[in-house]
């Protein structure tokens, strides 16, 4: 028998407990794998409240790394002792000491890159690669806005941006968070429970405003951010930390200036063997080459996971947190 968290009802972190179950055994095409480290995100809240309702009872957990244990039929290119990671195209449930993927999901790790590096960049890390290659394909010198610019995705895109050459504008929750997004690539922070966003970008780029804002705060963040857009700039909407954005009319969208709103999702972007890929060929590379290294700000006993989600929602984390199976 092997541990995992099991969430029978939507609710606050209680609602996460640990039961003893059978992985199971692979199947043709299939692979169990034995988790070393697993990805905290917040989406595993949006699952836990039910704002992204699940099927119940479920496993959350949208990222891990692990070692595979034993392999179906059919797969012929992984074997026993191997290491892998994956992310969420598929079924969630990463919250768990071991269990039985598709081959497909999974990805061979190259030896430069950790387990808990892996874990805590599967999901994160795809996701600012996408958002800024595909979504607006940032040039250097283009002015970004990015809201929790601190956090597990935000601290990564920090350093890809940086790397870009663009002129990133991170805002954030404290000045802790302030000093940890200069320090990973940030030119200029707004501490946006003060200040205003669209009245420091003004400041900060001239009146230029900004080509593109990514923001995952959502409600408390989704208008400031729009205005803050340059003319046919980009309002990319990622997340809802705070709570979803409210309706918008197309108007409001031609009064910014011609601006574009996008509402992406890691699925859509991530849909082909191809595209997964390619993403996480890209995201690798900007790891080997030392562009990118996550920040791990905590690690918690995946039993101690609760306590995990709290802080989380307490906006109380920096970077990534790991689960420990
Ligand atoms: P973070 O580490 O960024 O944690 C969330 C942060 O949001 C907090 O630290 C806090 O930073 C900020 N925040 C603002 N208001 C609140 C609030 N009311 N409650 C809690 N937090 C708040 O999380 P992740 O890195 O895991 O994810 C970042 C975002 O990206 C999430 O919204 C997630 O859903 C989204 N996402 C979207 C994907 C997609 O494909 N669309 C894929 C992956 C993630 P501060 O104190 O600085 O305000």
Same mark, same amino acid.
């Given at each position: 028998?092997?541990?995992?968290? /099991?969430?029978?009802?939507?609710?606050?972190?209680?609602?996460?407990?640990?039961?003893?179950?059978?992985?199971?055994?692979?199947?043709?095409?299939?692979?169990?794998?034995?988790?070393?480290?697993?990805?905290?995100?917040?989406?595993?809240?949006?699952?836990?409240?039910?704002?992204?309702?699940?099927?119940?009872?479920?496993?959350?957990?949208?990222?891990?790394?692990?070692?595979?244990?034993?392999?179906?039929?059919?797969?012929?290119?992984?074997?026993?002792?191997?290491?892998?990671?994956?992310?969420?195209?598929?079924?969630?449930?990463?919250?768990?000491?071991?269990?039985?993927?598709?081959?497909?999901?999974?990805?061979?790790?190259?030896?430069?890159?950790?387990?808990?590096?892996?874990?805590? /960049?599967?999901?994160?890390?795809?996701?600012?690669?996408?958002?800024?290659?595909?979504?607006?394909?940032?040039?250097?010198?283009?002015?970004?806005?990015?809201?929790?610019?601190?956090?597990?995705?935000?601290?990564?895109?920090?350093?890809?941006?940086?790397?870009?050459?663009?002129?990133?504008?991170?805002?954030?929750?404290?000045?802790?968070?302030?000093?940890?997004?200069?320090?990973?690539?940030?030119?200029?922070?707004?501490?946006?429970?003060?200040?205003?966003?669209?009245?420091?970008?003004?400041?900060?780029?001239?009146?230029?405003?900004?080509?593109?804002?990514?923001?995952?705060?959502?409600?408390?963040?989704?208008?400031?951010?729009?205005?803050?857009?340059?003319?046919?700039?980009?309002?990319?909407?990622?997340?809802?930390?705070?709570?979803?954005?409210?309706?918008?009319?197309?108007?409001?969208?031609?009064?910014?200036?011609?601006?574009?709103?996008?509402?992406?999702?890691?699925?859509?972007?991530?849909?082909?063997?191809?595209?997964?890929?390619?993403?996480?060929?890209?995201?690798?590379?900007?790891?080997?080459?030392?562009?990118?290294?996550?920040?791990?700000?905590?690690?918690?006993?995946?039993?101690?996971?609760?306590?995990?989600?709290?802080?989380?929602?307490?906006?109380?984390?920096?970077?990534?947190?790991?689960?420990?199976?």
């Amino acid at each position: 028998m092997k541990g995992a968290i /099991v969430v029978s009802r939507p609710g606050g972190p209680e609602v996460l407990e640990w039961v003893d179950r059978d992985p199971g055994l692979p199947g043709a095409g299939e692979v169990l794998v034995r988790h070393t480290a697993v990805g905290l995100n917040f989406i595993d809240v949006y699952h836990r409240t039910g704002l992204y309702p699940q099927p119940l009872p479920f496993t959350p957990g949208a990222e891990a790394a692990g070692v595979v244990e034993a392999v179906g039929e059919g797969v012929d290119d992984l074997s026993a002792g191997d290491r892998v990671a994956y992310t969420s195209n598929g079924p969630i449930g990463s919250y768990c000491e071991a269990r039985v993927l598709p081959r497909r999901r999974l990805v061979r790790l190259p030896e430069t890159i950790p387990d808990d590096v892996a874990a805590a /960049v599967m999901l994160k890390g795809a996701t600012v690669e996408y958002l800024v290659r595909r979504t607006y394909p940032v040039q250097a010198g283009d002015n970004v806005l990015l809201t929790a610019a601190a956090g597990g995705v935000g601290l990564i895109a920090c350093q890809w941006l940086s790397a870009i050459g663009a002129n990133v504008i991170g805002a954030v929750g404290s000045e802790e968070k302030a000093d940890l997004a200069r320090a990973n690539g940030c030119t200029h922070t707004i501490l946006y429970r003060d200040e205003s966003i669209t009245d420091r970008v003004r400041e900060i780029t001239d009146g230029a405003m900004c080509r593109v804002a990514y923001d995952s705060v959502g409600a408390a963040t989704f208008e400031p951010c729009l205005a803050s857009l340059a003319p046919r700039g980009m309002m990319v909407t990622f997340g809802n930390a705070s709570g979803p954005v409210p309706p918008i009319a197309p108007l409001a969208l031609a009064q910014q200036g011609s601006v574009f709103l996008t509402r992406p999702r890691l699925a859509d972007y991530y849909a082909t063997p191809r595209e997964t890929a390619d993403g996480i060929g890209a995201l690798f590379e900007m790891i080997a080459s030392g562009a990118v290294s996550p920040h791990i700000g905590a690690r918690h006993a995946l039993r101690e996971v609760q306590e995990a989600h709290r802080h989380l929602e307490a906006r109380q984390t920096v970077g990534s947190t790991i689960l420990v199976p």
